[in-house]
């Protein structure tokens, strides 16, 4: 029964390594993308909200902002309490965007990925590995059977 439960929770926590792996390089990606092809802009604030849920307080902007092409384009932003209490309504602030996906979108001058995902999820997988090979010790997996 418990080697059951160590077998499962190892199989579990593999997917979920791997899971938060694959997270974490489509954000690399992503910030590649920023990287070489993002074209810097000014938006504009267009609102802020402070939204409550129960004791938690979540800070929205929403910023409009203009591509090359001529087209609008309005985001909403959550950002920390400082930042929104810095930002003003009708506010110029620097936008950078990806053309190809001009939804894709960053406030500021300087952005950054949160890479947490990518390295938790190299945590985990090794933990789960660890416990496979916990329970299936290597040399019980490739002992040859006697002849």
Same mark, same amino acid.
């Given at each position: ?26 954000? =690399? ?28 307080? *979540?800070? *929205?902007? =929403? ?27 009708? *506010? ?6 990806? /053309?190809?996906? /001009? =939804? ?27 416990? !496979?090979? !916990? ?5 019980? !997996? ?6």
């Amino acid at each position: 029964m418990r080697k059951t439960f160590l077998i499962i929770s190892a199989i579990l926590l593999i997917i979920f390594g791997i899971l938060f792996i694959i997270a974490g390089v489509a954000n =690399e990606q992503k910030l590649s993308q920023f990287k070489n092809q993002g074209v810097a802009t000014q938006g504009i604030v267009t609102e802020k909200k402070a939204v409550h849920s129960g004791e938690t307080v *979540q800070y *929205q902007l =929403e910023v409009s902002y203009m591509t090359k092409q001529g087209i609008e384009h309005s985001r909403i932003f959550y950002v920390d309490e400082d930042d929104f209490q810095h930002a003003e309504v009708m *506010q110029n602030i620097p936008v950078i965007y990806v /053309p190809e996906k /001009p =939804e894709w979108v960053v406030i500021g001058e300087n952005f950054s990925y949160d890479r947490r995902p990518f390295y938790l999820g190299i945590v985990i997988f090794l933990f789960g590995l660890l416990i !496979l090979f !916990l329970v299936f010790p290597p040399q019980r !997996l490739f002992r040859s059977k006697g002849l």
